[in-house]
């Protein structure tokens, strides 16, 4: 089952050319990988995606990246992309 029907939650996957921000650290395979969606706007899927315990307040802590490039360089995060952003009415 995927995740989205898991938690039965509405579909709404990112378009591969979207842009999200994600972590050096997501990069590298490190857990427990973590996310949070926000609402999409100006070409981004509103996806930050980072690995670890904290969640750092750098600036340049997110690096940008389409979404297209997530199956190369983090696919442990694809099942997720189609949950929706919860403060953007999804259920």
Sequence with gaps: MDVCG???ANSTPPDNRDKLGISDSALRGELPLNGLRHSPESGTCGWFIW???ELSTEADFFKPMH???LSERCP???PYLALPC???GGS
């Design 76 to 78: 442990a995060a694809l």
């Design 86 to 88: 919860l403060l953007a």
């Design 67 to 69: 979404v297209e490039h």
């Design 51 to 53: 690995a670890g315990e």
């Design 6 to 8: 898991r938690y039965s």
